[in-house]
């Protein structure tokens, strides 16, 4: 399984902006369709967005449409989401997961989860 490590969480003021990343740890990833999920204590783990393998379709949960934009880059290993315009609400741990499809991603099938960065948003 590939291994994922996120970074970019961190503390921000509500409407403020952060990128996440997700780096993994071989070229495998570019096979797989990359994604970010986010819990909060005592909720289930939400799916929030997806990528296809090739960055050519990607797919938002309502809430976040429009306000954040995931991306990857296959020769870095990488997968981003770009997160603006931020609620206190979205303060949650943030997991990278990598999985066959959206479509299954999206069903919370997962091949490999990452270890989740920490987001808080202030009000």
């Known amino acids: 399984q590939v291994q994922l490590v996120e970074s970019g969480g961190g503390l921000v003021q509500a409407g403020g902006s952060l990128r996440l990343s997700c780096a993994a740890s071989?070229?495998?990833?570019?096979?797989?369709?990359m994604g970010w999920f986010r819990q909060t204590p005592g909720k289930e783990r939400e799916f929030v967005a997806a990528i296809n393998w090739s960055g050519t379709a990607t797919f938002y949960t309502d809430s976040v449409k429009g306000r954040f934009t995931i991306s990857r880059d296959n020769a870095q290993n990488t997968v981003y989401l770009q997160m603006n315009s931020l609620k206190p609400e979205e303060t949650a741990v943030y997991y990278c997961a990598a999985s066959d499809s959206i479509n299954i991603m999206r069903r919370a099938i997962i091949n490999s989860w990452g270890q989740g960065t920490q987001v808080t948003v202030s009000s």
């Open positions: 071989d070229r495998t990833f570019s096979l797989y369709a």
